[in-house]
């Protein structure tokens, strides 16, 4: 996961958030994904306080560890980074089993402990929406994934509530892979894509994005002055 940011941070000129999911084990290995992530060019980590191993955040039958144990993970995720600009997400799934009275008091817990934003994860309701920003007072992170058990707003509407960050966090992927389904079915049935393929970026946008023209450029622009 530390080699995926890194070839994330290094290809891209906007602050990398990465999900840490549980910190990968105990409060030892918190500490070292911290250190990972953070060399690697994250500018922030999501660490959650689900049991290893974790679930979808809109999947049933989550578990979580106790508040007590979260609120460690996040101390020592503070005391393990070295920039302190390094953002810290501290989520929450304890929605589901517990009810939002227990999320929110945990995230509370969290932040209060150093944590620098606040995430509960899969709240089922509009209302549930609306009434975070109230009882949380610190910046909010919102998950709105298409067809999850949360309702989704646009990042107008979630500002308007006091929500900081939001993220649709797998539609790239469903995109992509609808995309993936429908070339494959194209090849199966025809034996050519071309068509399907008009729809995307075009061969010369792909080398664009690649930076395809500077590497083979390159040679010529080192022996261009030795002429």
Known sequence: MADAVRRMASRVSIPVIADGDTGHGDLHNVVRTIEAFESAGAAGILIEDQVM?????????KQVIPAAEMVLKIKAAVRARKNPDFVIFARTDAR?????????????????????????????SLEELEEIPQRVPYPLFANMLTG??????????????????????????MVCGQAMRELCQAFLST???DRVASKAMDFNQVKEVLGVDRY????NSLTENEE
Not at 110 to 117: K, Q, T
Not at 148 to 173: D, F, N, R, W
Not at 216 to 219: E, I, K, M, Q, V
């Open 53 to 61: 191993p974790k679930r979808c955040g809109h999947f049933e039958k």
């Open 96 to 124: 589901q089993m517990y009810g939002l009275d227990n999320a929110v008091d945990r995230v509370n817990r969290c932040c209060e402990a150093g944590a620098d934003v606040a995430f509960i994860e899969a709240p089922q």
């Open 148 to 173: 999850g058990v949360t309702p989704i707003l646009t990042m107008e509407e979630l500002h308007q509530l006091g929500y900081k960050v939001a993220v649709c966090p797998i539609e790239s992927l």
């Open 191 to 193: 034996g050519r894509v």
């Open 216 to 219: 083979l450029g390159l040679r």
